[in-house]
């Protein structure tokens, strides 16, 4: 211990006689390891993060491939499964030990009110054994039992952050009464700390409630004229099933054995399979991260957790060159040392000593430096959920450090070991001369450096030009003064009542002071919500090729919404006051529609749908962007709210004069005359709903071009420091050129040269690498090919640009070394 102290306080001393070195150091290693665990952050929230809960591994989310024809669903196509379903797979238990079904309130937050002001929270319908099932436990009061599930309870469970935000903790909560949608519900208890749902991907929860059968307490807010919920509606698939397997129970076991009854089962209440139908696709995955998001987000963390680790590769080889070059420059140190009795090993010691301490000190920053950054990354991703680093991250954080330590402590084992005891009574000449071939691993790890830079600029660039392709993609519409705002009724048991509210809202927004023009729409432009279905065109299947049904997106929507959203109306009409549930069924189509499934024909008056509820086509619209900015055009149906029944939660969007956000007060004053207790949920502009459907490519675009440009400057560091190690050891010999009549210019070029060769080394090394590169972004890439050559020479000069501002200091440093005072120190 005590020489560990001595090798210790020495090493300190070292640092201490060398700050711009020790600084350059572990700024770089902070950087370069912050960023990962920045970005390893990101990847274990969304894809790694096992639930809080006991032996999480044996804890899987339900999926499905291929639903029925006949059956429809809200929300994702391969999450969601009939209440029929559920039943019968819950009795599996030589499967499941517990089978758990959830549901969102709404699509978003419903209303709840404690007390007398109202808010917006994430609400879900639960089976009665959802936190038993799961092993949550409770910080007070208890969880549901099947009772509360089969008599329907009008009880709620809160998450542990809600009733920290909402509730300061109170301990009195319990037994309170609670408004959600209008309807009391009784506080019996709150969930363990950090649990806050199965993390779908719709954001945390803030509190649950058993399964119920009341209307205005459907899943997803879905609300029926006759007051049927999910329980009556067996071809409706909207619950989310997640299941703990029993015991000795694999994954392939679990699957193999559920196939034969989950497919029996999802037929009830359709016909059998029809001819060329595939039938459904049972599988489960481990319920880790965010469900929602696995499927877009998988592949592309993966690529960019590639490329920030070419970013610690680039700063972990800069600090080994800034070692290995120190190190060199203490050679006559170390061979003193070595003449008056030190040995190697003693040697050796202290050098990785040295290095642990940068190390160390990097990995503070890093920490110091990724909390912040991580901030930074949930803000850019929209990801409604923690992504503050836990312990896997600091794991993560900690074998990054540890790796790092290893290979700088390994990096002086060479110089020491081969450190010549005479070197101390040599001269420098001679010393630079035995050095001088050590110098081809500086500048081979250089143009490495340089190679792995031209990667990142490459994929910078094409994620650059993919975000500012969809920045000006045509929407196909007019959002200029476009206001949207959800609205969630209270209290609503049928769509009488539901379009009586709509009708009075419309009205009253109608007549406010700027407003031009309203309308509704049930899954709000840009939000990445449509309804998916099958297309049956004048009683048929189009286009039906191998089991495959022609896809058709829907919407509905109120009077006037094409005018109101300004999408041009190509033939015939738009949806007006008159189409009353009353009315025959109308429908307008989008050009792709008619195009793919009427080409050549007149697409007015032909129907769509299925008997007893077709309906006749009256009006062909334009192209537009519906969930996103990135899809392509899609078959597209919109029919008048009025008409399709489930009238629950809708959205109100505004056409006024000036800036959409300014009427936002007036708007919220108007809503609250017909209720007090029916907040707005999530106002905003539309285009900047749309702004937000690219987040991830916002995010993706940003953190490239950020770790391109980190990069180039490590680079230019490294290059830099490479350059001028050189230039201080060959000032003997550019004296002599200069003495013997070599012009400035020449000397400026002779090391301008040598940087410029290293970039073009780094330039055929990473070429190749990124091409590679880019083909596996090419998921990721809208309107940009993989091999863009604008970008590929854009990256190249980029490179160039580096490699002559990194030398162009040493090598001015060079053309003005004095002759005389060169030969004189020598």
């Given at each position: 211990m005590h020489a560990l102290l001595n090798d210790l306080r020495y090493a300190l001393r070292q640092l201490r006689k060398s700050p711009g070195f020790a600084l350059t150091a572990i700024l770089t290693l902070g950087l370069g390891i912050g960023a990962n665990t920045a970005v390893f952050s990101v990847m274990n929230a969304v894809l790694l993060r096992s639930l809080p809960v006991p032996e999480p591994n044996r804890v899987y989310n339900l999926r499905v491939a291929g639903r029925p024809f006949g059956t429809g669903n809200t929300g994702d196509d391969s999450t969601s499964f009939s209440y029929a379903m559920f039943e019968q797979l819950r009795q599996r238990r030589d499967v499941f030990s517990d089978l758990i079904a959830a549901a969102p309130l709404a699509i978003g937050r419903v209303s709840v009110r404690y007390g007398s002001e109202p808010e917006l929270a994430a609400g879900e319908l639960v089976s009665g054994n959802f936190f038993s099932g799961l092993g949550v436990q409770m910080a007070r009061g208890r969880g549901f039992t099947l009772e509360d599930e089969t008599s329907h309870a009008l009880v709620a469970v809160l998450s542990y952050d809600f009733w920290t935000r909402r509730f300061a903790r109170d301990p009195e909560v319990i037994g309170q009464t609670m408004y959600v949608k209008g309807v009391p519900m009784s506080i019996i208890g709150v969930s363990a700390p950090g649990f806050t749902g199965l993390e779908r991907g719709t954001g945390d929860t803030d509190f649950w409630i058993p399964l119920q059968n009341r209307g205005d307490l459907n899943a997803w807010g879905d609300i029926e004229d006759n007051g049927t919920t999910f329980y009556g509606r067996p071809t409706w698939w909207c619950l989310l099933l997640t299941g703990r397997l029993a015991p000795g129970v694999t994954q392939q076991q679990a699957v193999s054995r559920l196939q034969p009854q989950f497919q029996n089962?999802?037929?009830?209440?359709?016909?059998?399979?029809?001819?060329?139908?595939?039938?459904?696709?049972?599988?489960?995955?481990?319920?880790?991260?965010?469900?929602?998001?696995?499927?877009?987000?998988?592949?592309?963390?993966?690529?960019?957790?590639?490329?920030?680790?070419?970013v610690l590769l680039i700063a972990c080889a800069n600090v080994a060159l800034l070692l290995i070059a120190r190190n060199q420059a203490r050679q006559r140190e170390f061979s003193l040392r070595l003449a008056v009795g030190a040995g190697r090993w003693h040697l050796f010691r202290q050098l990785l000593t040295e290095s642990l301490l940068l190390v160390v000190a990097g990995g503070v920053l890093a920490w110091i430096l990724a909390v912040p950054a991580t901030r930074a990354l949930a803000a850019w991703s929209q990801l409604e959920t923690s992504l503050q680093p836990d312990s896997s991250?600091?794991?993560?954080?900690?074998?990054?450090?540890?790796?790092?330590?290893?290979?700088?402590?390994?990096?002086?084992?060479?110089?020491?070991?081969?450190?010549?005891?005479?070197?101390?009574?040599?001269?420098?000449?001679?010393?630079?001369?035995?050095?001088?071939?050590?110098?081809?691993?500086?500048?081979?790890?250089?143009?490495?450096?340089?190679?792995?830079?031209?990667?990142?600029?490459?994929?910078?660039?094409?994620?650059?030009?993919?975000?500012?392709?969809?920045?000006?993609?045509?929407?196909?519409?007019?959002?200029?003064?476009?206001?949207?705002?959800?609205?969630?009724?209270q209290g609503l048991h049928s769509d009488r009542e539901a379009m009586h509210f709509y009708q009075t809202l419309l009205t009253r927004l109608r007549a406010l002071p700027g407003v031009e023009s309203v309308s509704l729409v049930g899954n709000r432009p840009g939000a990445g919500w449509s309804n998916n279905n099958y297309a049956i065109v004048d009683g048929a299947s189009p286009h039906v090729t191998s089991g495959d049904f022609a896809p058709l997106r829907g919407n509905d929507v109120g009077p006037d919404f094409f005018h109101v959203m300004g999408i041009p109306v190509l033939m015939g009409r738009d949806i007006t006051e008159s189409d009353t549930a009353n009315s025959p069924k109308v429908a307008v189509v989008n050009k792709t529609f008619a195009e793919r499934y009427l080409a050549g024909q007149n697409p007015l008056g032909h129907h769509v749908g299925e008997k007893p509820h077709e309906r006749t086509i009256v009006g062909v619209a334009g192209n537009?962007?519906?969930?996103?900015?990135?899809?392509?055009?899609?078959?597209?149906?919109?029919?008048?709210?009025?008409?399709?029944?489930?009238?629950?939660?809708?959205?109100?969007?505004?056409?006024?004069?000036?800036?959409?956000?300014?009427?936002?007060?007036?708007?919220?004053?108007?809503?609250?005359?017909?209720?007090?207790n029916l907040p707005l949920q999530k106002p905003m502009a539309q285009r900047a709903q749309f702004e937000e459907s690219i987040s991830r490519h916002r995010l993706f675009s940003k953190l490239a071009v950020f770790f391109g440009l980190l990069a180039g400057l490590l680079v230019a560091t490294g290059l830099y420091g490479t350059l001028a190690y050189r230039v201080s050891h060959r000032t003997v010999e550019i004296g002599v050129r200069l003495a013997v009549g070599a012009q400035r210019p020449q000397v400026l070029w002779m090391i301008l040269r040598e940087s410029l060769l290293i970039a073009a080394l780094g330039v055929a090394l990473g070429v190749p690498l990124a091409v590679m590169t880019s083909r596996l972004l090419r998921s990721m890439l809208y309107a940009v090919g993989p091999n863009d050559p604008l970008v590929l020479l854009g990256s190249l000069v980029a490179v160039t640009l580096v490699a002559l501002a990194a030398s162009f200091i040493p090598a001015r440093r060079a053309a003005s070394i004095d002759p005389m005072r060169a030969l004189r120190t020598e």
């Open positions: 089962a999802a037929y009830i209440g359709v016909e059998h399979p029809k001819a060329g139908e595939e039938k459904p696709r049972l599988s489960l995955i481990p319920a880790r991260g965010l469900d929602a998001y696995t499927d877009d987000y998988q592949q592309p963390l993966r690529l960019l957790m590639s490329l920030v680790g070419l991250v600091l794991l993560f954080t900690l074998g990054v450090v540890v790796l790092a330590a290893l290979i700088f402590g390994l990096a002086p084992l060479r110089n020491v070991l081969s450190v010549p005891a005479g070197l101390a009574l040599k001269s420098s000449g001679t010393a630079a001369e035995q050095d001088k071939h050590k110098s081809r691993l500086g500048r081979i790890v250089v143009a490495a450096q340089m190679a792995m830079c031209v990667v990142l600029l490459v994929a910078a660039g094409l994620l650059l030009r993919t975000l500012r392709n969809l920045e000006n993609v045509p929407l196909g519409m007019r959002t200029e003064g476009l206001l949207v705002f959800g609205i969630n009724p537009n962007k519906y969930t996103s900015l990135d899809e392509k055009d899609t078959p597209m149906i919109w029919t008048p709210y009025a008409q399709t029944g489930g009238v629950g939660q809708m959205n109100v969007e505004m056409h006024v004069a000036g800036e959409p956000l300014s009427l936002l007060p007036t708007v919220a004053r108007a809503v609250h005359e017909i209720d007090p």
